[in-house]
Each structure stands twice: as C-alpha cells, then as structure tokens.
C-alpha cells in the first residue's frame, strides 16, 4: 500500500499570502496519478487537482498542482477567504489511498 | 446534473452488519465511463477509501476491508449498496458515495455522506 504523508499538519497563513501544501508518497506513483481535494466543514470533498497538475472543472487558477515521482505540492497562489479548509491529497496509481489532510486555517 | 444522496440506518449494534445505499440521479449507474465507489471519514479523521465497482460486475476493494464488504447494485432504481460485516467501533464513520471515470480513478462528484454510528 502506498502510504501519503502530508505536510505541515496545520499551516497559518492570512488571505492574500501564497500557500505550499506537500504530499510525500512512500514509493513512486505510477503515471503521477495523484490527486487534491479540499473539504469544508460540514461538506463533502471537493476534486481540485488530478493527475498531479490538471485542474477540475470550475477550479480557480490561483489554485495549482505540481510534482512527481513520490514529492506532489498544491499551491494556491493568494489565498482568498474561503480557501481556508482541510486539503487532502489521494493517489490512485495503486489502489487507492488519500493523504492524512493539511488544515489550512487563518492567522 | 449529477447527484449522489446516501442512505443508512445511523446507528447499528457492535459485530451487526452495515448496510448503505447510494441512489444516483443525472446519471446512470449503468454508464459505460464510470465507476460508482465508497469512502468513509470518522468523525475528526481523514478519508479512506472502501471500493470501487463498475456495472458489469468489476469490482475491486481496499485490502484491509474486503473481507468484510459486499456491493449489490440495482439499476432499475439506479441505486448502488454496501454491506459491511461485523462492525466494531471502529467503523462509525461518515459514509460518502462517489463516482470516478474508469482508468481515472479521482472522485470528481460525492454525495453529501451519512453518518453511522456503531454502538451497543
């Protein structure tokens, strides 16, 4: 099982600043099928990122996804106020398994 | 547009079974592109992912519960279901349904998720 670790657990940041969350995979993930959710409080996840840098439909440009191999990073450029929530990373390159989530949270 | 609602029974007794129910509308279950899929979140916790089926019959599971899932499907209702075995406290999650395109698999559309909750 390819285990995610993601990092930092919790990052504080205001709106307007540039967020850098990471997704570390314990071994490589085949064709970089890796992908992002973010969650609000009370909601389901919601699909941002797939394919390690594809944007979902709907899905603001500030928001971004690089990576390969085992190292992934979701960047959102300038954060706006309702950016701010628990992201998870998920790679579906074997079998599938998500991250254990980064909260993002206003300083 | 797409929707996925969920179902359940909210609390069920230690060592019972957990039975789930996803009724699809906007789409059909029966679609050739995608796969119809299960994730659970415990309460504070983060997703895990429980299994995938496709309508033919193709199915596949996370390792550490498929000894205790079961899926049936019912198209004529466009509705999907799971039964897990033998839950513990471990088990009371919020329970999601969820589709992803077949070789893609990413959940691009959820349902809002149910909670259940194991408890004597």
């Known amino acids: 099982e390819i285990v995610l670790t993601q990092s930092p657990g919790t990052l504080s940041l205001s709106p307007g600043e540039r967020a850098t969350l990471s997704c570390r995979a314990s071994q490589s993930v085949s064709n970089n099928y890796l992908a992002w959710y973010q969650q609000k409080p009370g909601q389901a996840p919601r699909l941002l990122i797939y394919?390690?840098?594809s944007r979902a439909t709907g899905i603001p440009d500030r928001f971004s996804g690089s990576g390969s191999g085992i190292d992934f990073t979701l960047t959102i450029s300038r954060l706006e106020p309702e950016d701010f929530a628990v992201y998870y990373c998920?790679?579906?390159?074997?079998?599938?398994?998500f991250g254990q989530g980064t909260r993002l949270e206003i300083k | 547009q797409l929707q996925l609602q969920e179902s359940g029974p909210g609390l069920v007794k230690p060592s019972e079974t957990l039975s789930l129910t996803c009724t699809v509308s906007?789409?059909?279950?029966?679609?050739?592109?995608?796969?119809w899929g299960w994730i659970r979140q415990p309460p504070g916790k983060g997703l895990e992912w429980i299994g995938s089926f496709y309508y033919s019959g193709s199915t596949y599971y996370n390792p550490s519960l498929m000894s205790r899932v079961t899926k049936s499907v019912d198209s004529s209702k466009n509705q999907f279901s799971l039964k897990l075995s033998s839950v513990t406290a471990a088990d009371t999650a919020l329970y999601y349904c969820?589709?992803?395109?077949?070789?893609?698999?990413?959940?691009?559309?959820w349902g809002q998720g149910t909670l259940v909750t194991v408890s004597s």
């Open positions: 998920q790679q579906y390159g074997s079998s599938i398994t």
């Open positions: 906007g789409d059909s279950i029966s679609s050739s592109s995608y796969y």
């Open positions: 969820a589709r992803h395109a077949r070789g893609a698999d990413f959940f691009d559309c």
């Open positions: 394919g390690a840098s």
